[in-house]
């Protein structure tokens, strides 16, 4: 099933989390999906209702290694140990689902690029390069659904 694209704007807000740097290979050996796992057992356990979106932030440091924020917009001192935070302005994206059955994440970042570019669109990476909205459940790529989300201009 080929993606749909839409934009897509979200308000000003802080994102708190925890910040994680390592490698892509790191990431592809689960650093990441550990991350997400253990945000969303503290959240769980701390606000056992809350279905709120878990927000994953990427910034690109170098051609092998990124940065990661993981986490819940709001101010939120329960589910993270020494939390971080990020005020992000107001901001537009390119978006799209992307579901278990449509493969490998990076081809489909791939793709969205492609279409950024086709239909005249131009990513902005001077806030973040990408942005991740996990349900409440997140378990993986390959198991559960994600919002994939690329700054746009």
């Known amino acids: 099933m080929e993606a749909k694209y839409e934009i897509a704007e979200r308000p000003a807000q802080r994102i708190t989390g925890r910040l994680w ?12 999906h550990r991350l997400i796992a253990e945000a969303q057992e ?9 279905r709120s979106a878990l ?11 990124f940065r990661y924020l993981v986490g819940y917009a709001g101010e939120d001192h329960k589910t993270f140990n020494e939390p971080e935070h990020l005020d ?5 994206f390119v978006t799209t689902m992307h579901r278990p059955e449509d493969g490998d994440v990076f081809v489909q ?3 969205m690029f492609d279409w950024i570019d086709a239909a005249g669109y131009a990513p902005d990476s001077s806030r973040l390069h990408y942005r991740e909205e996990y349900e409440a459940g997140f378990i993986s790529p390959a198991a559960s659904s994600l919002r994939m989300m690329v700054p746009i201009r």
């Open 21 to 32: 740097e390592g490698t892509f290979v790191e990431a592809a050996d689960g650093a990441i």
């Open 42 to 50: 503290h959240r769980r356990r701390n606000y056992p209702t809350d």
């Open 55 to 65: 927000i994953g932030l990427a910034w690109d440091i170098t051609p092998d290694a």
């Open 88 to 92: 992000l302005p107001a901001m537009r």
């Open 109 to 111: 970042y791939r793709k």
